[in-house]
């Protein structure tokens, strides 16, 4: 989408569609309708406004034809509220117009203030708002049809405002990017392929991008990882892509479950909890997001994307329940139920991690339990983190881009439901707390990195749209990680 800025007014604007923000309340409303009348004409919205009951509420819009002396073709009202924050505005204005425009092509938006924020905010808005995932569909009517879009009423130095598009359009192509693997189906994006689209990617953004194949994973000692992969009749991957900026201020290393699909295996998921298991990969969309929009908006920081990747199938040569196999780390750990398969490729992946590239700070992404659904619902990710000043910051961060994360205890009292009669360990606690003792198994094999893990369970993946989120694969958690970055020092 191209985005530009205009000194112009919305009242000349020749755009097909043309968004103006309307609060609620009698004199706001009022105040606002009548502004729009004095350019359409009097009487040409109001009655029409009252009879559609918009009131300027939150979740309301309302779009009419533009009469009178408006050049545009419609006109879009879209109601903020008692909304006063100006970023929060211009991500309904950008989220309102991509979501309402159908035919039109070209947008133009009058946001209340033109601030560097605002502007980065209402073109994030647009591009991840204009988001429709049509690969598969013959008929592509339902693709995005707006191509331009101007912001109005800036003013004539726009040297921080262009860059703020920019940044605004480079995370949301990179959330696109994220949903876009989450929803690919698991018969075409298989780790094998996923592997594939990460290598593209990265060359595409000049970065290094290093493929471990079942081979290469073996020789590593990756021996959980590989045990999830047994049953399966396709290769494992390990994706390790490398974003290195001149003279960095932080290494940092976000690490993604890859599973491109999960049965269960043995413990097979019954067919309506599996249906949506193609999302069982988000967390490796989210990192790779998170690493190409850091390399496109030129972060201070380097930053590595690791992905464990594989299916969870119930092959001939599935792992089982019982079996017992000696992690990367060390400890052995016996396996109770094989439908708890994601924190198996994290512990490996993430104990390669922290050996080899020695970071100053460890994330991983994870669709790791349904039991972070039962807790937090399916909107809010789990965050834990032994780090007090790390979990504020990520949640700072969170706060800003409206996404929503709930700080959970790494509650060590909990740690002794990890024992195992046989092994080191075993991978999974008892019935209750099922997202913290998954956080305690993954903490054994972090090697002393500062690490925080989120569990993305919920929000990766949609049943139906929810406020930022579309339905699908919603690329949840690149936007956050993307301006916990920026803070970093
Ligand atoms: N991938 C699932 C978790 C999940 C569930 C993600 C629903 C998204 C939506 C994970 O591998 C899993 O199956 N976890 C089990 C663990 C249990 C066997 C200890 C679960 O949550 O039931
Ligand atoms: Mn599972
Ligand atoms: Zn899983």
């Given at each position: ?68 002396k408006a050049k545009a073709r ?253 992690s990367l780390e060390g400890k ?60 504020s910051a990520y949640l700072d ?93």
């Amino acid at each position: 989408m191209r985005i530009s800025l205009s000194k112009g007014t919305w009242d000349e604007s020749t755009a097909d569609i043309v968004a103006i923000a309307v609060g609620s309340g009698k004199t706001r409303l009022g105040r606002a309708l009548s502004r729009i009348e004095a350019v359409t004409g009097k009487g040409s919205i109001k009655p029409l406004a009252s009879d559609e009951r918009f009131e300027g509420k939150r979740s309301q819009t309302l779009k009419v034809a533009a009469v009178g002396k408006a050049k545009a073709r419609w006109l879009l009202l879209v109601g903020i509220g008692e909304e006063k924050d100006a970023e929060k505005i211009a991500w309904k204005l950008g989220r309102a117009v991509a979501a309402v425009a159908r035919a039109q092509k070209s947008a133009a938006i009058e946001l209340p203030e033109v601030t560097p924020e605002s502007v980065r905010a209402v073109s994030q808005g647009l591009v991840s708002g204009n988001y429709h995932y049509t690969e598969y569909k013959t008929d592509k009517s339902e693709s995005p049809a707006l191509t331009s879009a101007v912001l109005l009423d800036a003013p004539k130095d726009t040297r921080g405002l262009t860059s703020a598009i920019r940044t605004g359009k480079a995370v949301a192509e990179s959330v696109n990017f994220a949903r876009d693997l989450v929803n690919a189906p698991p018969n075409d994006l298989t780790p094998l392929t996923l592997a594939r689209a990460a290598t593209r990617e990265s060359k595409k953004l000049g970065l290094s991008c290093r493929i471990f194949n079942k081979a290469r994973i073996e020789k590593e000692g990756m021996n959980l990882l590989l045990a999830v992969n047994k049953g399966s009749a396709i290769e494992p991957r390990v994706i390790h892509v490398i974003y290195k900026p001149a003279r960095p201020k932080k290494k940092v290393v976000f690490v993604g479950k890859g599973l491109t699909f999960d049965s269960g295996g043995l413990c097979i998921k019954p067919g309506p909890s599996m249906i949506t298991m193609k999302c069982d990969m988000a967390g490796s969309a989210t990192t790779l997001g998170i690493v190409f929009a850091a390399a496109r908006l030129k972060l201070p920081i380097e930053v590595h994307a690791v992905v464990g990747s594989t299916e969870n199938m119930t092959g001939a040569k599935a792992y089982r329940p019982g079996d017992i196999y000696k992690s990367l780390e060390g400890k052995t750990v016996e396996v109770i139920n094989t439908d708890a398969e994601g924190r198996l490729v994290l512990a490996d992946v993430l104990t390669w991690a922290a050996r080899k590239l020695k970071p100053d700070l460890m994330i991983d992404h994870a669709t790791l339990t349904g039991a972070c659904m039962v807790a937090l619902g399916p909107y809010r990710a789990a965050l834990y983190t032994d780090d007090d000043a790390l979990a504020s910051a990520y949640l700072d961060a969170a706060g800003t881009e409206g996404e929503a994360f709930w700080r959970m205890p790494l509650d060590s009292e909990l740690r002794s439901m990890l024992k195992s009669p046989i092994a080191d360990l075993k991978h999974i606690g008892g019935r209750y707390g099922g997202s913290i003792t998954a956080a305690l198994f993954l903490k054994e094999f972090t090697e002393e990195t500062t690490w925080m893990h989120l569990d993305i369970a919920g929000p990766a993946f949609l049943e139906r749209a929810h406020r930022r989120m579309p339905k699908g694969g919603t690329g949840f958690g690149v936007a956050t990680g993307v301006r916990f970055l920026e803070g970093l020092q």
